[in-house]
């Protein structure tokens, strides 16, 4: 167990439906973050909330939309979601910039 | 553009060899440089973390080097054994961004018995 929490592990759901993925840390960390990992590509960084302000949007299309209600839970709100946004999602969570990043399990999505 | 670059993208071992996984990146400003491992559908675990004012660090049967002028690294693995067969990560946080970790594609290590 890392110390980041994610569910649901898996989620298949239709281009018309609306799910959330959502993360828990129980670190102590003051940042968190959301990662895609598509099928042969790089980890690619979606978004990073610090202090539960969101400091970075990767240019993230406006179909997903975070939330971090408190420095211990992330959410990523998901709707009218592509066939392509199939992916592995993973959060992570660290201690200021200069410290380790820890993930969590990620969440497997597949969209049909 | 600030990249992460992994060499070989695949490796397959025999049991007991000592082996040299590599990780470059374009630029020296970084803050930390961490390595991951990852098994089939999972999430990342976490093997060693670099400071960009250390030269190495090591846990157990694995040593990381950093040498940040030339922009590079090199996950070594001592005496591999088949439970080692996972994709490798490299992952830089550069400075200039909120640690952002910038990953390289990684390294798939197979070793058979």
Redesign the interface.
């Known amino acids: 167990e890392?110390g980041?929490t994610?569910t649901p592990r898996h989620l298949v759901m239709g281009m018309t439906n609306k799910k959330s993925l959502k993360c828990e840390q129980h670190l102590g960390h003051n940042?968190m973050?959301w990662y895609k990992q598509s099928a042969k590509?790089?980890?690619e960084?979606m978004f990073?909330y610090?202090l539960e302000e969101r400091?970075?949007n990767?240019s993230v299309p406006s179909r997903f939309s975070p939330e971090c209600p408190n420095s211990s839970h992330l959410f990523l709100h998901l709707h009218t979601l592509q066939p392509e946004d199939s992916a592995?999602y993973?959060c992570?969570s660290?201690q200021?910039?200069?410290?380790?990043?820890?993930?969590?399990?990620?969440t497997?999505l597949t969209v049909v | 553009k600030q990249e992460v670059t992994q060499i070989p993208a695949a490796l397959s071992v025999p049991e007991g060899e000592n082996l040299v996984l590599n990780c470059s990146f374009t630029d020296s400003a970084i803050y930390n440089l961490q390595w991951f491992r990852q098994d089939p559908g999972k999430g990342l675990t976490s093997l060693l973390l670099i400071q960009s004012s250390q030269r190495e660090q090591t846990s157990g049967r694995l040593n990381a080097s950093l040498d940040k002028s030339s922009g590079r690294s090199t996950l070594y693995i001592a005496a591999s054994q088949p439970g080692d067969s996972a994709t490798y990560l490299c992952a830089v946080s550069f400075r200039g961004g909120y640690n952002k970790l910038i990953f390289g594609a990684g390294t798939r290590l197979a070793v058979h018995p």
């Open positions: 890392t980041v994610q940042a973050y590509k790089p980890l960084l990073v610090s400091v970075e990767n592995l993973l992570a660290s200021s910039r200069q410290n380790e990043a820890f993930f969590g399990q990620g497997r």
